[in-house]
């Protein structure tokens, strides 16, 4: 009984992984939240309308592990701090932030996991 529910647990656990790639894809295509692709482009989005602004997701995807787009995505200012994309995992620094998003991050700590674990599966062939 016990090695049952221990089998049990363990491949709850193999499942339930950091991130989910459904949750992620829906995200990334969103654009009332994440809005990431106002600048990047995606090509297997099948989305007619894509910004051409920031590198292609796929690039970006087959060149950085998961936690150097993890960083990126949490708050791009530690790389440009000039750029242009939403640190969207901070609130310093930012300007005329709508009351009800006010120290409010754009994103979940899960939903940069959905993201990340959805992007990396665009850097497999
Ligand atoms: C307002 C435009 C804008 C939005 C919205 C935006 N980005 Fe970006 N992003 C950029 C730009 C521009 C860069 C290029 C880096 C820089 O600014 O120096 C970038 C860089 C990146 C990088 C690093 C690319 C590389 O190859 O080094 C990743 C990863 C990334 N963005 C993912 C995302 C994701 C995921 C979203 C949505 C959650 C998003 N971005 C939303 C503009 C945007």
Same mark, same amino acid.
């Given at each position: 009984?016990?090695?049952?529910?221990?089998?049990?647990?363990?491949?709850?656990?193999?499942?339930?992984?950091?991130?989910?790639?459904?949750?992620?894809?829906?995200?990334?295509?969103?654009?009332?939240?994440?809005?990431?692709?106002?600048?990047?482009?995606?090509?297997?989005?099948?989305?007619?309308?894509?910004?051409?602004?920031?590198?292609?997701?796929?690039?970006?995807?087959?060149?950085?592990?998961?936690?150097?787009?993890?960083?990126?995505?949490?708050?791009?200012?530690?790389?440009?701090?000039?750029t242009v994309? +939403?640190?969207?995992?901070?609130?310093e620094g930012?300007?005329?932030?709508? +009351?009800?998003?006010?120290?409010? +991050?754009?994103?979940?700590?899960?939903?940069?996991?959905?993201?990340?674990?959805?992007?990396?599966?665009?850097?497999? +062939?």
């Open positions: 009984m016990h090695a049952l529910l221990a089998l049990l647990l363990v491949t709850a656990a193999a499942q339930a992984g950091p991130g989910d790639v459904q949750r992620g894809r829906a995200l990334v295509a969103d654009r009332t939240q994440s809005l990431c692709l106002l600048c990047h482009a995606l090509h297997g989005a099948g989305d007619a309308n894509q910004g051409n602004l920031a590198p292609p997701l796929e690039a970006s995807a087959a060149r950085l592990d998961a936690q150097g787009m993890r960083d990126r995505i949490a708050d791009m200012r530690r790389f440009n701090p000039a994309m +939403p640190p969207f995992r901070s609130t930012l300007r005329d932030v709508a +009351p009800a998003w006010q120290g409010k +991050p754009a994103l979940t700590e899960q939903q940069l996991d959905d993201i990340v674990a959805y992007l990396g599966t665009l850097a497999r +062939p």
